[in-house]
């Protein structure tokens, strides 16, 4: 979908850059009465478009925008990608011949390794190199010292989503599902953008008698409910969310009780206390330092031992049980994994858990519609009679300057004050009650 003069969604959905919207505008040149480069560069200062992305290292372009105020992402096609893939030195021809040449004339801030890589019908592509190829250009940036300037990253295209509809349901594409975990972690390693193209217009195109036009072309339509609450008025929306509310679950994790000679660490043992932490981790409803609040489902591996598998030793040994039902080693799937509560141990998603630990905290809903938010903030400062001073200027919790952030301390407040029952954490739907403490520098969270 290299369309001409798209405009491309830079989703700061990982990593730590300031979030800022933007105008960019694609530049594609598969035409044969195009403007040159320079026409174009001269076109685009007079317009509030200040980024431009390109398909390509096309030198002409590159030398144009140069000095032009205008910030620059360049590409390495799809058929370089295995060729960058192959060795770091790879990388480094390619971005001293295509990029280094340039800079800092021109403002090249990113560079997009490959486009809709994944979603290719081309089989010659292989899925593991454009990974390898982003870690091999970042490392060349990494030694030239760019990598703050340049982010490395590659757009999707919506088909990496097994589901996008509803927004809040999508996960990735199972079988992308590896591949998506690490161009993940990389990008939020690197404080990259996650890129997506979004294109209602094929959703329409090819569904024209289910999906409402005006919703597909940005307008105002009645709108279209997410289970979780959420009302879009348009599908671009929508499709930004699918992307937006992918969370992480950990497929597979786990630990084998017995191994080949050199595979010391896999005794019954250590397994048992992997799992014993994992299953413990699990329960506890926490997640990671950047998403402290997402919870995170975990899939231990395995439930059996295998006997058939191929591979090593450890491979037939990371189960719990054995094949006749009989316990490896002890790992207690019952409540001592409950903290005190009565409820069932369950795996992954769907399993039903009424977490009632000793601590517990409300908070606003990280997509929770502003005007309600305020809405919550207004009534617990006012008649819902929670002391804000906190939140205001010169308190301990007035950073960040948040609608979001102040209701979470003051609805935080007021579940406290009125016993913790979940629906005192409810205040229309805009809020979330969390097993990790929000607290943070001077901002202490109140807790019974
Ligand atoms: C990668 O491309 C460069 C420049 O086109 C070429 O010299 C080199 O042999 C290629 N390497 C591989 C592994 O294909
Ligand atoms: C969209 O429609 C709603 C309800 O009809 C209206 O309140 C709102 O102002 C409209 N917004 C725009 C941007 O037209």
Known sequence: MAVFCTLPLLLHLVGLLPTFSAVGINYGTLGNNLPPPKTVAQLLQSTL??????????????????????????????NHVANLSSTKSAAEDWF????????????????????????????????????????????????????RKIKITTPHSMAVLATS??????????????????????????????????????????????VELEYALLGNSTGVHDPKGYVYTNMLDAQIDAIR??????????????????????SPDNAKTYNTRLITRAQSNKGTPMK????????????FNENKKQGGASERNFGLFNGDGSKVYDVDLSCEFCSGSKMEFGFGPGSKTIQRGPSVWCVAKPHADERVVQGVLDFCCGPGGVDCREVYKNGGCFMPD???????????????????????????????????????????YSQQ
């Open 49 to 78: 478009i200040d980024k431009v992305k390109i398909y390509d290292s096309n030198p002409q372009i590159l030398q144009a925008f140069s000095n032009s105020g205008i910030d620059l992402i360049v590409a390495v096609e799809n």
């Open 292 to 303: 402290p609040n997402d919870k995170i489902d975990i899939f231990v591996f395995a439930l």
């Open 165 to 210: 509809f509803p927004p809040s349901a999508s996960t990735f594409a199972t079988t992308l599902m590896p591949t998506m975990t690490s161009i993940v972690t990389f990008l939020a390693d690197t404080g990259s953008p996650f890129m997506v193209n979004a294109y209602p217009y094929f959703a329409y195109r090819d569904n024209p008698t289910t």
């Open 402 to 444: 948040k609608v979001h952030a102040h209701a979470s301390y003051a609805m935080n407040a007021y579940y406290q004050m009125h016993g913790r029952n979940y629906w005192n954490c409810d205040f229309k739907g805009s809020g979330l009650v969390t097993f990790s403490d929000p607290s943070y520098g001077a901002c202490k």
């Open 96 to 147: 001293s011949a295509r990029v280094a040449p340039f800079i800092p004339a021109t403002s090249i801030v990113a560079i997009a390794v490959g486009n809709e890589y994944l979603a290719t019908d081309d089989d010659s592509l292989d899925p593991n190199a454009l990974i390898q190829a982003m870690q091999n250009l970042h490392e060349v940036l990494l030694s030239s010292g760019l990598d």
């Open 245 to 266: 509310s992918i969370h992480i679950t950990v497929s597979e994790s786990g630990w084998p009780s017995k191994g080949d000679s050199d595979e010391t660490a896999a």
